[in-house]
């Protein structure tokens, strides 16, 4: 049985720092497009980072602020957060699938973290 454990999430202040984790587990993801979403409440779930081999992608607004990596090793990826502003508040959710050309097939999903960012 496939999961991926989130943690990482918390309360911090703007223009501070947090580290997200996802740890998979039931299967190997080392091929495996691995990511990050987030939903802000009464809006819709937004891409914020994504990695697949030694390529990695982000939403404009992560750009510079926020790195994705994973640890093959550990089935684990991160996102590292920096800068954080009220806006990246959201519960951010971890996400694994296969990706063929602009298609991500997102298999699995993670149960999501909370994030709090105050001013």
Not at 72 to 94: G, I, R, S, W
């Amino acid at each position: 049985q496939v999961q991926l454990e989130e943690s990482g999430g918390g309360l911090v202040q703007a223009g501070g720092s947090l580290r997200l984790s996802c740890a998979a587990s039931g299967r190997t993801f080392s091929s495996y497009k691995m990511g990050w979403f987030r939903q802000a409440p009464g809006k819709e779930r937004e891409f914020v980072a994504a990695v697949s081999g030694g390529s990695t992608s982000y939403t404009d607004s992560a750009k510079g602020r926020f790195t994705i990596s994973k640890d093959n090793a550990k089935n684990t990826v991160y996102l590292q957060m920096n800068n954080l502003k009220p806006e990246d508040t959201a519960v951010y959710y971890c996400t694994v699938g296969r990706e063929y050309g602009s298609l991500w097939t997102h298999d699995y999903w993670g149960q999501g973290t909370q994030v709090t960012v105050s001013s």
